[in-house]
């Protein structure tokens, strides 16, 4: 279905055919002086030049021909040259019924669906799960969602860091605690046993321990440097230790995404991509592309409009082992063999952006993606304390994803129950929903790329532009519905009528731009666009609310218009909550 400025832009076009002037010109946008008009065009400022006239006798011109069009209530021709219109209350009414009886509220699919991968969360196994990987699981999941939305195959990928030192940290330090084990023995030829030998909470405690030891003892670090050397060699009783660790932390990590409503298509990792390393190498230097640098394997990837410097990918280091940039190259080979995606997008901290320009031009430079797949990096910005550094516990420390999930609900069923609307079991239940609606919304509402400060208090609050305050709004269109058919209506099926006061008329225009804003998210992968535009639409709702008898309205007809219009502005609501990746309690 077009959104409604493609249709007024339309209509636009041919008031300026009609009177003689070219179609480019007519242009039609939101109005930048909604005291004056609902919506503008500035085309007949662009074609005075061209025309050699003055841009107010265009537009006198053109306005002629929109006087009899149904689309508008007014179109007033203003110096010294702007068109300024508002839409018609029947226009407005019957593009939101038309909306009503589409299943994407008037989204169209992509005409040629696109296959696309998102890399995103990016959790370290056996490392806890910090704040750090939060804004790529929220982010990578509404950009999902988000293009999905248009009808495109969008596969989501974790990409663990599941090869690194870390697990020969872990080795290393279980080899010291239980040296008696299997694993250890080098002539032990029979099966390993398939308890692994820690729980997820010792795990979580081994890594930290190792970690603090190795900085310290040279002899400790380089024991855990060749165990990780041996683990990718293929150690057989490493390679057994490393599969328990996979197990045990995999099984938690599905439980803390489930918890934050996020869902991995693959929980593909870097070990996996390990396969494809000779083969890639190989290639490489085969076709010219690689060359030795003091003993290491590197790909020039300089270009020569760079303004700065950019090193070359490196491949090999010189003693043979794979690197970061190795990994993520040989995952790129994978993901073209499974997928051919026609996008691959990642969603990861900025500061790694140099990393991912060494990759992608590598990856472009030799070949190992074709020219027309787009690698896309979405980069975002530090999650910061109130403080302005970047989060951390009370104490300093860094703050553990559950703890600080914790810690929005605790807040949120404080204030939940201070409302004493329902009971305490309840009570547990709604603080979750809308704690990670706090916490999402909180993240997604500022644009990914800028840093931002995390406030429990703001995030939390049932007021001003936050989760709360969304749910709390859906909420309310929900009670009204209900007490609706408590009294025997049925809000199905009932059509939205011409608005009667300027509260339901802005109600109205601020829904019917949802495909409007939806193409706009779409094209610059921007939730926070989203956030923006639903801050509004929920605003504009409690006006009209605090200004309309809804319930005990008399006229029946009225009344049922009300109802249709608050039908759908909770269905944008719920659709758009849903593409940021949460959802509303039924009260609160
Ligand atoms: N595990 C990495 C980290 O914690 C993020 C992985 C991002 N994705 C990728 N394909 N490199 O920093």
């Known amino acids: 279905m077009k959104t ?8 636009m076009e041919e008031a300026f055919e009609k009177a003689g002037y070219e179609r480019e010109l007519a242009k039609v946008t939101l109005s930048n002086r909604p005291d004056l008009c609902e919506y503008q065009c500035n085309g007949a400022m662009a074609g005075a030049k061209k025309y050699k006239k003055a841009p107010f006798l265009i537009a006198e011109d053109v306005a002629q021909y929109l006087k009899e069009s149904a689309y508008f209530e007014s179109v007033d021709v203003v110096k010294p040259g702007f068109i300024n219109l508002k839409l018609s209350g029947a226009c407005a009414a019957s593009y939101l019924n038309d909306m009503v009886a589409e299943a994407k509220l ?6 040629k669906a696109r296959t696309i991968l998102i890399d995103y969360g990016g959790p370290n196994v056996a490392k806890p799960l910090h704040v750090g990987h939060l804004r790529s699981a929220i982010i990578g999941e509404s950009v999902k969602r988000i293009l999905r939305y248009k009808g495109n195959h969008v ?5 663990l860091g599941d090869w690194g030192y870390q697990m020969g940290l872990i080795i290393t330090e279980l080899k010291k605690r239980q040296p008696d084990l299997p694993y250890f023995d080098e002539s032990y030829e029979g099966k390993y046993p398939e308890e692994a030998p820690f729980t997820i909470g010792e795990l979580e405690e081994i890594y930290p321990t190792a970690s603090a030891y190795a900085k310290e003892h040279e002899d400790y670090r380089d024991e855990a440097l060749h165990a990780t050397y041996l683990l990718q060699s293929g150690h057989r009783g490493y390679r057994a230790i490393w599969d328990h660790i996979m197990h045990v932390s995999v099984t938690d990590l599905k439980k803390n995404y489930q918890n934050l409503n996020v869902e991995f298509d693959l929980w ?14 190989q290639m490489l230097k085969d076709k010219g592309y690689a060359r030795y640098d003091e003993g290491a394997l590197v790909v020039d990837v300089q270009e020569e409009t760079d303004k700065k410097e950019v090193p070359p990918c490196m491949i090999l280091k010189s003693d043979g082992a794979a690197l970061y940039d190795t990994t993520d190259l040989a995952t790129l080979v994978q993901r073209e063999q499974d997928y051919q995606p026609d996008e691959v997008i990642y969603v990861v901290d900025k500061r790694q952006e140099l990393h991912f320009t060494q990759v992608f031009r590598c990856a472009k430079k030799t070949g190992i993606v074709r020219p027309e797949t787009g690698l896309t990096f979405l980069g975002f910005g530090t999650m910061n304390g109130k403080d302005g550094k970047p989060f951390k516990t009370r104490d300093g420390g860094v703050m553990r994803l559950e703890n600080l999930i914790r810690e929005i609900d ?20 709604t603080a979750g929903i809308v704690g990670l609606a706090a916490i999402k919304y909180g993240d997604l509402s500022n644009q990914a790329s800028k840093d931002y400060v995390f406030d429990v208090d703001r995030f939390t609050s049932f007021e001003g532009n936050t989760g709360p305050y969304i749910l709390y709004t859906i909420v309310r269109i929900k009670s009204i519905l209900n007490k609706y058919r408590e009294n025997g ?9 011409a608005p009667e006061n300027e509260y339901e008329k802005a109600l109205m225009l601020q829904a019917l731009k949802f495909n409007d804003v939806f193409e706009a998210v779409y094209a610059e992968k921007a939730p926070h666009k989203l956030c923006a535009y639903i801050y509004e639409l929920a605003n504009e709702f409690n006006k009209f609310y605090h200004e309309t008898k809804i319930l005990s309205e008399e006229d029946e007809t009225k009344k049922s218009g009300y109802i249709a219009l608050l039908l759908l502005t909770k269905r944008v609501l719920e ?3 849903d593409l940021l ?8």
Not at 4 to 11: G, R, V, Y
Not at 268 to 281: N, S
């Open 489 to 497: 209506g049925e809000p199905e099926g009932l059509s939205v009528l």
């Open 575 to 577: 659709t758009c909550i």
């Open 4 to 11: 409604l400025l493609q249709l007024i832009t339309t209509e």
């Open 106 to 111: 008037g989204v169209d699919d992509e005409e």
């Open 410 to 429: 605790e807040e949120m069923y404080r204030k939940i129950m201070d409302n004493r609307t329902v009971e305490e079991e309840e009570a547990k239940r």
């Open 155 to 159: 596969t989501g990928d974790i990409h």
């Open 268 to 281: 593909k990792g870097e070990a996996d991509a390990q396969k494809y390393i000779p083969d890639m190498v």
């Open 581 to 588: 990746g949460f959802e509303a309690p039924e009260r609160m």
